[in-house]
């Protein structure tokens, strides 16, 4: 696993590491609102410098461990992650996602998946959710992927 840096002035919300190739990457994640008395938040992976090194699996490790420590410290809440649609590449990413997910053993996290086909945007969204089922039921899960849906076709 990577040395992880907490951004000062985001409220424990940004993290930083960078790669043994020097590669920089940033992990957000972005408060997305309450549904049903939970909040939602969406996690955002980007690369700040360098490039993408496809076989570090200490990147895996890295975003894994700041997903539960972030999870940890905020137990009555959703993460979620929308594969970007932007390059065709969301399917790809959803299943890196979901492989990083699975290849990491927590005793108390749960993943839910979920493939939404927008009629108004004509596109695939994948959509995963990494949640405490202690804290969540399944009917807050499709209450937040209503939510969701709504709000694309509503920016469209």
Not at 14 to 23: A, E
Not at 73 to 96: E, F, M, P, S
């Amino acid at each position: 696993m990577y040395n992880i840096i907490s951004a000062d002035g985001h409220n424990g919300h940004l993290f930083y590491f960078t790669t043994n190739s020097n590669t920089t990457y940033s992990l957000e994640f972005k408060t997305r609102g309450l549904v049903a008395g939970i909040t939602r938040y969406e996690v955002d992976l980007d690369i700040i410098e360098g490039r993408s090194i496809y076989l570090d699996d200490k990147i895996r490790l890295t975003v894994v461990q700041i997903i539960q420590d972030f999870i940890d410290k905020n137990t009555d809440t959703i993460i979620t992650y929308v594969c970007d649609t932007g390059d065709g590449k969301q399917l790809k990413r959803h299943k890196k996602f979901t492989r990083w997910y699975t290849g990491h053993k927590s005793n108390n996290l749960s993943l839910f998946s979920y493939e939404i086909d927008s009629e108004s945007t004509e596109k695939t969204y994948y959509f995963s959710a990494i949640y405490d089922p202690i804290f969540t039921t399944d009917n807050e899960l499709m209450d937040i992927l209503d939510q969701y849906v709504e709000d694309k076709d509503n920016n469209r």
